[in-house]
T-cell receptor
Framework: EAGVVQSPRYKIIEKKQPVAFWCNPI?????LYWYLQNLGQGPELLIR????????DSQLPKDRFSAERLKGVDSTLKIQPAELGDSAVYLC???????????FGPGTRLTVL | GDSVTQMEGPVTLSEEAFLTINCTYT??????LFWYVQYPGEGLQLLLK?????DKGSNKGFEATYRKETTSFHLEKGSVQVSDSAVYFC????????????FGTGTKLQVIP
């Protein structure tokens, strides 16, 4: 079974530019998460989807960040415009309904210059 | 709110040494407890978990016991290998609330030959 797929793995952009990350969860997993991981820290939740509905986006900086999961499968996280402080690893995870374990993708390492 | 506290790293051990990484938590009821491992350049992988008091999770020679009386879930391994070098995260989900995961800040382990 394929795991959580993320792309790109690495992205380098200049500040004020837009950037987008893509995630394809494990087949059949209806819950999808986007996390932000700063260097030396644990993941911090940005947004959680149940199918196509964003049910917890309280930690998402909505002035510059947006996300979508239009068909309840893959998802895109966007930053526009990017700031220097956005440099981090963006992790996607998925979970099957009724289970307690999240499965993580390899992440996208973003560097904003 | 829920929280997870891990011992600070980095932890440096010689190959075949005994490993303990301390983890304590604050949560109501009986949360599920997890250890995730993150190898360099990769996403988090579930290492082991325990869902009720006195349960012992184990995998790849690692063990952790759910201690309700001390609110702890310490990770142990009897003989570490160089390949165990990674960052280890303790985490919890609230009882009946698998949606949200609270992570510790991570403990970096370096095993030297």
């Amino acid at each position: 079974e394929a795991g959580v797929v993320q792309s790109p793995r690495y992205k380098i952009i200049e500040k004020k530019q837009p950037v987008a990350f893509w995630c394809n969860p494990i087949s059949g997993h209806n819950t999808l998460y986007w996390y932000l991981q700063n260097l030396g820290q644990g993941p911090e939740l940005l947004i959680r989807y149940e199918n196509e509905e964003a049910v917890d986006d309280s930690q998402l900086p909505k002035d510059r960040f947006s996300a979508e999961r239009l068909k309840g499968v893959d998802s895109t996280l966007k930053i526009q415009p990017a700031e220097l402080g956005d440099s981090a690893v963006y992790l996607c995870a998925s979970r099957s309904q009724g289970t307690d374990t999240q499965y993580f993708g390899p992440g996208t390492r973003l560097t904003v210059l | 709110g829920d929280s997870v506290t891990q011992m600070e790293g980095p932890v440096t051990l010689s190959e075949e040494a005994f490993l303990t990484i301390n983890c304590t938590y604050t949560a109501t009821g009986y949360p599920s407890l997890f250890w995730y491992v993150q190898y360099p350049g990769e996403g988090l992988q579930l290492l082991l978990k325990a869902t009720k008091a006195d349960d012992k999770g184990s995998n790849k020679g690692f063990e952790a016991t759910y201690r309700k009386e001390t609110t702890s879930f310490h990770l142990e391994k009897g003989s570490v290998q160089v390949s165990d070098s990674a960052v280890y995260f303790c985490a919890l989900t609230p009882s009946g609330g698998y949606q949200k995961v609270t992570f510790g800040t991570g403990t970096k382990l370096q095993v030297i030959p």
